[in-house]
């Protein structure tokens, strides 16, 4: 199925028709519903003429033979150098502005960032089930905590400490604790 654009030699005016497949009621078989080389100004199968306001012309056409026309598309160009006129783009995630796609997959892998291709799915659940027990295990021990006597604030305090986050790769050594 595709839309083609035709446009009649005698009068200019331009067509687009709808080309569909139909299946032959005699043999059975799958065929166009028409061929375009039959469509001429004005036929049947033709609509959204350009420039012609009078409905009695856009149905009736002038009957002339009609060839396809060819428009061309843009396109943009995407090379690891500048190739082509273009602009670049801002980042949100990674906080900066990039000239193509490669230059922000390099940066990102430099910075510790991995691309969803080179991500193996084991580990990413693996992980999730990891922090899930830890979860668990840190929630068990603020409520031991809290039953030995200890305030809510004081049973986070010491349950998510820098130092016991630091030593989980959850914060960077820059960070400081306060003890």
């Not at 009609?66 to 690891?80: D, L, Q």
Request: with cysteine.
């Amino acid at each position: 199925m595709g839309f083609f654009k035709l446009k009649c030699e005698d009068c200019g005016m331009t067509h687009e028709v709808f080309q569909r497949w139909v299946i032959d009621s005699e043999t059975k078989e799958t065929v166009r519903n028409f061929q375009l080389d039959e469509i001429t100004c004005g036929h049947e199968e033709c609509f959204n003429p350009d420039d012609y306001d009078d409905v009695d012309y856009r149905l009736k056409g002038c009957g002339g033979k009609t060839a396809r026309t060819f428009e061309g598309s843009s396109f943009a160009i995407s090379s690891r150098g500048l190739a082509g006129d273009h602009q670049g783009f801002y980042s949100p995630d990674l906080g900066r502005r990039f000239n193509n796609k490669y230059e922000a997959n390099e940066y990102a892998e430099a910075n510790g960032f991995k691309a969803l291709r080179n991500v193996n799915e084991d580990d990413v659940l693996q992980r999730g089930y990891d922090l899930e027990q830890q979860d668990a295990k840190d929630m068990k021990k603020i409520k031991e905590l809290q039953a030995a006597g200890k305030s809510k604030e004081e049973a986070y305090g010491e349950t998510f400490s820098v130092n016991t986050l630091k030593e989980r790769g959850m914060l960077d050594s820059s960070i400081k604790s306060g003890e």
